[in-house]
């Protein structure tokens, strides 16, 4: 039995198109890659410009920077005055 390899026309999504896939078949990478940059700039551009106002919807979630808490919620203010001081 032959493997289907054999004749590259039947691996194509539309054969008739065979000759538009290997014209496009050098520069098809470079665009792939253009587009995705461009993507992922749009979606970075809001976060380098506005650094805080990531920070802010950051702590909208419920989620607090700082030493030692990564990752998890900061403690109510009732907790907080309720635990013993260290000095």
């Not at 970075?44 to 920070?55: E, H, V």
């Amino acid at each position: 039995m032959a493997a289907s390899t054999d004749n590259p026309s039947t691996n194509l999504f539309v054969p008739a198109l065979g000759s538009l896939y290997a014209a496009l078949n050098t520069t098809s990478e470079t665009i792939l890659r253009a587009v995705a940059g461009i993507f992922l700039t749009i979606h970075g551009s809001g976060k380098i410009t506005d650094p805080l106002g990531t920070a802010e919807m950051v702590e909208g979630l419920g989620f607090y920077p700082g030493a030692g808490r990564c990752c998890w919620p900061a403690p109510s203010s009732s907790a907080a005055s309720s635990s013993p001081s260290v000095s």
